[in-house]
């Protein structure tokens, strides 16, 4: 008898030591069983400097760790050579899905279609590039609604400045963003008969600062307002701006929040790098599962000003010509800068 107790508890001392072993059941409703053993995604940005990239990668990590996936980030340096190379080195690693912020929107395409034929998926983050192979093989596009954000934010500006010239702080010339941006400041402004000037900052403090100065003096005593396209250069390009200017940003930085309380910048975007690297990651997870992810998604953005200025300059007139923009006051923003994004469609957001 004693021998069969001893057997019995033997068993069952082992039955524990296996499930000991056993890694634990997925209790999580929003992360599937199938993403037990996880994904490889390799991540390419232009710069890993700037305070939104951080954030980015920081949410961009938090999301795969919920789905037990790693994210490598590299910088390109700003160099479109970089970039083409870090993008061979992951096809050749073997990574389930390559991220990147595209420097150029057309130089890529051969690059992404060598990945998209090799089975890695593709996804080019903020930008619409056309590298489709065919209609069932194509990069999926992360974007933005930047026509309708900037011409608000230029509309928005000259409501504030009146008649006069409006300068832009541009990116880079052929990135998507970048140009998307630009053209419809320069439509906006068009369309309102005022004068504008424009300049390529290449997301460089310096080059930035230098472009905004020649602007300043080109424009002289008829300057009346200016938009930066990316808020990682708005604080920097008003080193060169007379006090009391309107001054719009794009993105939603922390510092930019701050400046729109102390009423140094008008408003600002609300896209933020926590959104962005939290919503493209998962994206990246939904086509490593094997979803169909369209090949052009957006995320939900926001404006942010103050009550003051939203009162003063939006309501009525702005407010009725772009209806599906919300509007959030810096502490707002904040709240919502660090929730986890969603991905609309064109049709949610007013663009179709």
């Given at each position: 008898m004693?021998?069969?107790?001893?057997?019995?508890?033997?068993l069952?001392?082992?039955?524990?030591?296996?499930?000991?072993?056993?890694?634990?059941?997925n209790t999580?409703?929003?992360?599937?069983?199938?993403?037990?053993?996880?994904?490889?995604?390799?991540?390419?940005?232009?710069?890993?400097?700037?305070?939104?990239?951080?954030?980015?990668?920081?949410?961009?990590?938090?999301?795969?760790?919920?789905?037990?996936?790693?994210?490598?980030?590299?910088?390109?340096?700003?160099?479109?050579?970089?970039q083409?190379?870090?993008?061979?080195?992951?096809?050749?690693?073997?990574?389930?899905?390559i991220?990147?912020?595209?420097?150029?929107?057309?130089?890529?395409?051969?690059?992404?279609?060598?990945a998209?034929?090799?089975?890695?998926?593709?996804?080019?983050?903020?930008?619409?590039?056309?590298?489709?192979?065919?209609?069932?093989?194509?990069?999926?596009?992360?974007?933005?609604?930047?026509?309708?954000?900037?011409?608000?934010?230029?509309?928005?500006?000259?409501?504030?400045?009146?008649?006069?010239?409006?300068?832009?702080?541009?990116?880079?010339t052929?990135?998507?963003?970048?140009?998307?941006?630009?053209?419809?400041?320069?439509?906006?402004?068009?369309?309102?008969?005022?004068?504008?000037?424009?300049?390529?900052?290449?997301?460089?403090?310096?080059?930035?600062?230098?472009?905004?100065?020649?602007?300043?003096?080109?424009?002289?005593?008829?300057?009346?307002?200016?938009?930066?396209?990316?808020?990682?250069?708005?604080?920097?390009?008003?080193?060169?701006?007379?006090?009391?200017?309107?001054?719009?940003?794009?993105?939603?930085?922390?510092?930019?929040?701050?400046?729109?309380?102390?009423?140094?910048?008008?408003?600002?975007?609300?896209?933020?790098?926590?959104?962005?690297g939290?919503?493209?990651?998962?994206?990246?997870?939904?086509?490593a599962?094997?979803?169909?992810?369209?090949?052009?998604?957006?995320?939900?953005?926001?404006?942010?000003?103050?009550?003051?200025?939203?009162?003063?300059?939006?309501?009525?007139?702005?407010?009725?010509?772009?209806?599906?923009?919300?509007?959030?006051?810096?502490?707002?923003?904040?709240?919502?800068?660090?929730?986890?994004?969603?991905?609309?469609?064109?049709?949610e957001?007013?663009?179709?």
């Open positions: 004693k021998r069969v107790l001893a057997l019995i508890l033997a069952v001392m082992a039955l524990s030591l296996v499930a000991c072993g056993q890694q634990p059941a999580d409703p929003d992360v599937p069983d199938d993403t037990k053993d996880g994904y490889t995604f390799g991540a390419v940005m232009q710069s890993l400097n700037a305070p939104i990239w951080i954030e980015l990668m920081e949410y961009g990590d938090k999301c795969a760790a919920a789905y037990n996936s790693k994210v490598e980030w590299k910088s390109a340096e700003g160099s479109l050579e970089n083409i190379a870090l993008i061979e080195a992951f096809i050749e690693q073997g990574v389930d899905v991220l990147i912020d595209p420097i150029d929107k057309v130089a890529l395409i051969p690059v992404i279609q060598e998209l034929n090799a089975g890695i998926g593709f996804i080019t983050m903020g930008n619409l590039v056309e590298a489709g192979v065919n209609d069932e093989l194509y990069n999926v596009c992360t974007t933005y609604p930047d026509v309708r954000d900037s011409s608000a934010m230029t509309d928005l500006l000259i409501k504030a400045g009146g008649p006069g010239t409006y300068i832009y702080v541009n990116g880079t052929g990135n998507f963003v970048s140009d998307v941006r630009q053209q419809a400041f320069i439509d906006t402004c068009e369309a309102a008969g005022v004068d504008h000037l424009e300049q390529d900052g290449n997301w460089d403090p310096s080059t930035v600062l230098k472009v905004t100065e020649d602007m300043v003096a080109a424009a002289g005593a008829d300057l009346k307002g200016m938009y930066n396209m990316d808020d990682s250069c708005t604080l920097q390009s008003m080193e060169a701006t007379p006090d009391g200017l309107p001054v719009a940003g794009h993105n939603g930085e922390e510092a930019v929040f701050a400046a729109i309380e102390n009423g140094s910048v008008l408003c600002t975007t609300l896209i933020g790098g926590a959104h962005i939290y919503w493209n990651v998962l994206t990246a997870v939904k086509i599962q094997g979803e169909n992810v369209p090949h052009q998604v957006y995320l939900k953005t926001y404006l942010v000003m103050t009550e003051e200025s939203k009162t003063a300059y939006w309501d009525g007139e702005l407010a009725t010509k772009y209806p599906s923009l919300e509007v959030l006051t810096p502490a707002q923003a904040r709240e919502v800068a660090f929730q986890d994004a969603e991905m609309v469609t064109a049709a957001i007013g663009l179709s």
